[in-house]
């Protein structure tokens, strides 16, 4: 059975050095050409997120199976048995490992589930930098080597961006006319030629906000920044943002942040809602 191993590599020494709560502990790169392939069971505690690239592996636990194809993730959780076997061949993919004191945690507050996800093309050149910096045995390696790895797990948790054409343009021209407190997105769907409810299906799958959601976001971020980076008036301020008036930009900013826009300008910090 041929199975060729791409740049495995652990971390050393295995006890990591720097504080940090979680840690890379391993990675590698598989790609097996041979049909028939099944990995040695065995129980491991570490979190092990796998990346497909080609071919399809069969991950098993207990009586479950989880489907391993290009472009999507699974997990392993600590404590599992690893039963891993190829369905397709060739099969090939990368694979992340992660200790430490709070990973379980980590695991919690990202909802972390085996099951498999789409997450779009593997980040080949994270994995690469992962590579340089977990063979820099300083502590600074094992600092970046961190920093690459939750990167990787964010963009597995992320799944690929619904950015569209649609979208894209309709982000545009919300920035062209966020000054205009008329613009609309019934408007802007005239404009782009198409149904509402076509724009509000493509904008909710690219942002999870509805068009209007998104306006408003859009008008509260640059009000959030020009209020702490100038001197200008909330009523210029609510002007320069596309509100129709200051009291209707006070009231939408208190709703969303809890404080008003003087208050924030004085140092009281925002609780989104």
């Not at 597995?156 to 407190?181: H, I, M, Y």
Request: hydrophobic share 35%; proline share 7%.
């Amino acid at each position: 059975m041929v199975i060729m191993i791409i740049n495995p590599t652990f971390r050393y020494p295995q006890k990591p050095s720097v504080p940090a709560l979680v840690h890379v502990r391993s990675f590698g790169h598989y790609w097996i050409p041979e049909p028939q392939w099944q990995e040695k069971e065995k129980q491991k505690n570490f979190l092990q997120l796998f990346w497909g690239i080609r071919g399809t592996a069969v991950l098993r636990h207990q009586n479950k199976e989880f489907l391993l194809k290009p472009q999507t993730v699974c997990f392993y959780l600590p404590g599992d048995i690893h039963r891993i076997s190829m369905q397709t061949s060739p099969l090939e993919y990368c694979w992340l490992t992660f200790d430490g004191d709070d990973v379980d945690h980590l695991i919690r507050t990202m909802k972390i589930s085996r099951e498999p996800r789409h997450a779009g093309p593997c980040p080949m050149d994270l994995f690469q930098s992962l590579d340089l910096n977990l063979h820099d045995y300083a502590p600074y390696g094992e600092y970046l080597a961190s920093a690459d790895g939750y990167k990787i797990l964010c963009l597995a948790l992320a799944g690929e961006s619904q950015e569209t054409t649609l979208s894209a343009r309709f982000k545009t021209l919300v920035e062209e006319n966020l000054s205009d407190p008329d613009i609309h997105p019934a408007q802007i769907a005239a404009v782009l030629q198409i149904h509402p409810t076509t724009l509000n299906r493509n904008i909710h799958a690219a942002t999870g906000m509805t068009p209007i959601e998104y306006l408003t976001a859009i008008r509260l971020q640059r009000a959030l920044t020009l209020i702490r980076k100038s001197t200008g008036s909330f009523k210029e301020i609510a002007e320069e943002c596309g509100f129709s008036n200051a009291n209707y930009f006070a009231k939408v900013f208190r709703k969303k942040f809890g404080c008003s826009p003087s208050g924030f300008r004085h140092g009281v910090e925002p609780e989104d809602s």
